[in-house]
């Protein structure tokens, strides 16, 4: 495996275990994006968010929800029951690394 692609399964591996603290709350995709930055350094940081959430959500692991407050559109992310399972252990995904 390349490093780029193992860069992002770890990052993937971040993002799913920031959503995991949270769970079973929702987390708005601005606080996500603070808390996993330092993981997106030196990349192009907001294209490849939006990739590893894209991936997230198209394996199920993760849920998007689109709102709006005061006129103000707000996303919010929140794992699925496969993505708390992926989170704790009990599953696998080869696209993303859970590093403990």
Known sequence: MNVA????RLRRG????ALHAQYPLTLAERALELQV???YVG???DRNLARD???LEES???LRNEDEIDGVPIRTWKLT???VRLAEGTETDPGVEISR
């Open 53 to 55: 959430l894209a991936y």
């Open 81 to 83: 029951p496969a993505g």
């Open 37 to 39: 930055r330092a993981f």
């Open 60 to 62: 199920g692991r993760i």
């Open 43 to 45: 990349t192009s940081a």
């Open 5 to 8: 692609a193992e860069e992002s």
């Open 14 to 17: 971040v993002v799913l275990l």
